[in-house]
Each structure stands twice: as C-alpha cells, then as structure tokens.
C-alpha cells in the first residue's frame, strides 16, 4: 500500500520559535495534501488542503500567517509553525491523495513551552 | 456539506464478545465511506472502505462493515473483539465526486476488557 512519511513524530519548541513538519508521500505522487489538526480526545480538524504548485486553501478559523503551508513538489507538503504559542501545542496530521483513499502519515505532537 | 455522526464516545465489550460501532453519515450524492483505527500518538490506520459493490465490506483486523444506504449507516462490526482492539476508531465520509478532504466523525473509544 502507499505509505506516507511525516517528520518530525515530536517536537518540542520555545514559545515564540517557529517550527516545520514535513509530510511526504513515498511511493506515490499527490497533488492534494490535506493538513489536520487534532486536540486530545477529539476528532481530525481539517486546517487546510495543499495543492502542488499553488497556494493553499485554509479552512475558516486557521490563520494562513500563522500555518504556512507549502507544497512544492509532488511528494512533499510542508506545516510551517510561525511564532509558536503554548496553544498551538496539538497533534498535527497529514494525508495524501490517491483516490479513493486518503493515506495518513504518523502524526506529530507539538509541545509549545 | 457532508458530515458524520458517531453516537457513542465509549463503546465497552468483553474479550469474546462481538462489538459493533456505530456510524451515520450525511452526503450529497453517493458516498465513499471509510473507517479508521488510531492508537495513542499515531496517525490513522486504515481498516476498511466502502466504495461500490457489496454491502458487506471486510477490512483489516477481522473488522467488517455494513454500508446500508436507506439508514445512511456505515456501522463497523467484529464477531469476536481482542484486548488489542482497544483504541479510537474514526468513521469517515467524503462525496464520491470531486477531490474533496475526508469528513471525520468524532471517534468512538472501545475499551476491551479481559
């Protein structure tokens, strides 16, 4: 099956630092990335869709300058955690496209101190 | 806008004993239904999908599900539960037309106790 690798698998930063997760998709190419965020005991929160080639789409309540999104080639899409806060702290969760499935990468728990 | 509903947040059941969790959904047009399984601090592990074809769909695990679309239902079953079972598993639904992202459910813990 299609594997998709996301790195760091934890992280933990000062406030104020930024920090960038990769996800990237190992055996496939995937145009569409999506970026979920999820706190504990609760479901995926979908923060944006990343497209190869052009800027992201951001979901209502995610602020664009703050999760950088970046997805420059087929198989990599980039988080980018600007000015991190102690309430960004979260797991944060990729997945890649090949319809009809979505592939998950590992996660990354962020730890904002 | 399409969404998911997992009634329950806690579903316990004794080593053995056949589990089911439960899942409705609402979607324009049909669906692509799917159902993963999470452990503490990792990604999604995939079980099973209905796409097309038989109701009935198997999955990983010994899981299976029944898509039954006049209940818009897509509640997953095992005949038999593990101690290993023991997890989150999110219910999933996205449109079968256009590339839109999955729409998740709450998740539902299962608790298989020994």
């Known amino acids: 099956g299609a594997v998709v690798s996301q790195h760091p698998s934890r992280v933990i930063c000062k406030s104020g630092t930024s920090v960038k997760i990769e996800c990237r998709s190992l055996d496939f190419q995937a145009t569409t990335m999506f970026w979920y965020r999820q706190f504990p005991k609760q479901s995926l929160m979908l923060m944006a869709t990343s497209n190869e080639g052009s800027k992201a789409t951001y979901e209502q309540g995610v602020e664009k300058d703050k999760f950088l999104i970046n997805h420059a080639s087929l198989t990599l899409s980039t988080l980018t955690v600007t000015s991190a806060h102690p309430e960004d702290s979260s797991f944060y969760i990729c997945?890649?496209?090949?319809?009809?499935?979505?592939?998950f990468g590992q996660g990354t728990r962020l730890t904002v101190v | 806008a399409q969404s998911v509903a997992q009634p329950e947040d806690q579903v316990n059941v004794a080593e053995g004993n056949p589990l089911t969790v439960k899942c409705t959904y609402s979607?324009?047009?049909?669906?692509?239904l799917f159902w993963y399984v999470q452990y503490p601090n990792r990604g999604l592990q995939f079980l099973l999908k209905?796409?097309?074809?038989?109701?009935l769909v198997k999955g990983s695990y010994g899981f299976e599900a029944e898509f039954n679309k006049s209940q818009t239902s897509f509640h997953l079953k095992k005949p038999s539960a593990l101690v290993s079972d023991s997890a989150l598993y999110f219910c999933?639904?996205?449109?079968?037309?256009?590339?839109?992202?999955?729409?998740f459910g709450k998740g539902t813990r299962l608790s298989v106790i020994a």
């Open positions: 997945s890649a496209e090949r319809a009809p499935r979505a592939f």
């Open positions: 979607v324009s047009g049909n669906p692509y």
């Open positions: 209905y796409i097309t074809g038989d109701n």
């Open positions: 999933a639904v996205r449109p079968s037309s256009g590339n839109t992202p999955l729409v």
